[in-house]
């Protein structure tokens, strides 16, 4: 009897996309004048790219690190920069005692960068319930954007699968891995080559980091269009 229903329960797999470093050598600048620096080695245009892509217009984005490049973007493309979890203001109407609200609205974009100081991003459970304090800071249908940086005992594929593990503890879907490649690709193929390509560079016995890895979740099924 044929099968009429899949057996394969696992999540399905998110789709990968891939920054490369751009061709040009223009890049935005500041109020100051000053030219805006890139985020962890990624430059300002995909930083756009990526608010654009996980917001809407008038969007609060919240980033933990408080980046320049993440908030000159954000209010670049008309959404709100914010640096911090949301804060408990009391109004003067309240300063009797009674219960404060939150001010700030729900963010539609939160943006961490991993291993943190504060978080053991090595311990599924730890990352998963910090990771549930953030989404907690999420609008329904906002995304939350996790940097994977270099660190001690955090191994590529490793970190990476803790941090997909963590975010589906926590209830989140996983949506998006985006790898940003870190240096210019060669022109040619060195495979193809007739001289011995040269060896990757090395810093202190180990190879020069290439790639950084972006991993998006979102807090809701995004709808059709945002998909």
Do not use: K, N
């Not at 989404?135 to 594929?157: D, K």
């Not at 020069?208 to 972006?214: F, I, K």
């Amino acid at each position: 009897m044929p099968q009429t229903h899949p057996t394969d329960d696992r999540p399905p797999r998110a789709p990968v996309g891939l920054f490369l470093v751009p061709p040009h050598a223009h890049r935005p600048r500041q109020q100051s004048g000053a030219s805006l620096p890139d985020w962890y080695g990624i430059h300002p245009q995909h930083v756009a790219h990526l608010i654009a892509r996980y917001t809407r217009d008038g969007d609060a984005v919240l980033d933990l690190d408080a980046h320049p490049t993440i908030a000159a973007a954000a209010r670049h493309l008309h959404r709100h920069p914010s640096g911090g979890i949301a804060q408990r203001e009391v109004s003067p109407e309240e300063s009797d005692g009674s219960t404060a609200q939150p001010t700030a609205p729900p963010a539609g974009l939160i943006v961490v960068t991993l291993p943190r100081l504060d978080v053991d991003s090595r311990d599924v459970s730890s990352l998963s319930r910090a990771i549930d304090a953030w989404q907690a800071e999420l609008r329904p249908g906002g995304f939350l954007l996790t940097l994977l940086t270099a660190g001690p005992g955090t191994e590529a594929i490793g970190h990476r699968s803790s941090v997909i593990a963590a975010a589906r503890t926590a209830g989140l879907i996983y949506h998006q891995h985006i790898p940003a490649v870190l240096v210019p690709l060669p022109p040619t193929e060195p495979r193809a080559e007739l001289s011995p390509a040269c060896r990757p560079p090395l810093l202190d016995g180990r190879h020069v980091r290439a790639h950084h890895d972006l991993l998006a979740f979102a807090s809701t099924i995004p709808e059709a269009a945002d998909a």
